[in-house]
């Protein structure tokens, strides 16, 4: 695997449910994003984190819980969540401290909520 | 916090020609100018970046400006193919740190045969 890798690549699920959004980096990166892309709307972050800790939630509802357990994983958990939360959530890495600032991200998550 | 307006939101050209997208940000702290390209049902892939110190950057087809006094960039495609066509976005962020992008709407450029 290369990249950002992201699974599953659909998903939908009832308002009732419980699941989770899986991301793995292969780049050596210590810095993993969470993005929301809803239509009509631009890409807008979620959740930062930096050397496996948080440093940004940006005012996103308790309904999403992200998770960081090593710097090459990092998971997204929903519940009770609504129909307006269906959208395509990225991932994106970065390596902080360094010399370069790109952000590379994954294929994404079609989420559908019923 | 970090605004970014992109135009045109679609941007039609005969192949061949060339094609500019325009993008103006609010916050001066902010560094950092990446563009993506996003396909349908894949990621945004980044196809060029330009940093504040800098203000044109080329990379065979495609380049980008920056005018940072005015706080605004464009990404210009040259001589463009079928396969330009897609979604492109622009971002803006101080850099450097963990630091989110905040992303312009997107263009969506059509290229002509």
């Known amino acids: 695997e290369t990249g950002v890798t992201q699974t599953p690549r659909h998903l939908v699920m009832g308002m009732t449910n419980k699941k989770s959004l899986k991301c793995e980096q292969h780049l050596g990166h210590n810095a993993m994003y969470w993005y929301k892309q809803s239509a009509k709307k631009p890409l807008e972050l979620m959740f930062v984190?930096?050397?496996?800790?948080?440093?940004e939630n940006n005012s996103v509802p308790s309904r999403f819980s992200p998770e960081c357990p090593n710097s090459s994983h990092l998971f997204l958990h929903l519940h009770t969540l609504q129909p307006e939360d269906s959208a395509l959530y990225l991932c994106?890495?970065?390596?902080?401290?360094?010399?370069?600032?790109?952000?590379?991200f994954g294929p994404g998550t079609r989420l559908t909520v019923t | 916090g970090e605004n970014v307006e992109q135009h045109p939101s679609t941007l039609s050209v005969q192949e061949g020609d060339s094609a500019v997208i325009k993008c103006t940000y609010s916050?001066?702290?902010?560094?950092?100018f990446p563009w993506y390209k996003q396909e349908l049902g894949k990621g945004p892939q980044l196809i060029i970046d330009i940093r504040s110190n800098v203000g044109e950057k080329k990379d065979q087809r495609i380049a980008v400006t920056l005018n940072k006094t005015a706080k605004h960039f464009s990404l210009h495609i040259t001589e463009t193919q079928p396969e330009d066509s897609a979604v492109y976005f622009c971002?803006?962020?101080?850099?450097?740190?963990?630091?989110?992008?905040?992303f312009g709407k997107g263009t969506h450029l059509i290229i002509q045969p």
């Open positions: 916050d001066s702290a902010s560094n950092y």
């Open positions: 971002a803006a962020t101080p850099g450097g740190g963990a630091d989110g992008l905040t």
């Open positions: 994106a890495s970065s390596q902080v401290g360094g010399a370069t600032y790109e952000q590379y």
């Open positions: 984190y930096s050397l496996e800790e948080r440093v």
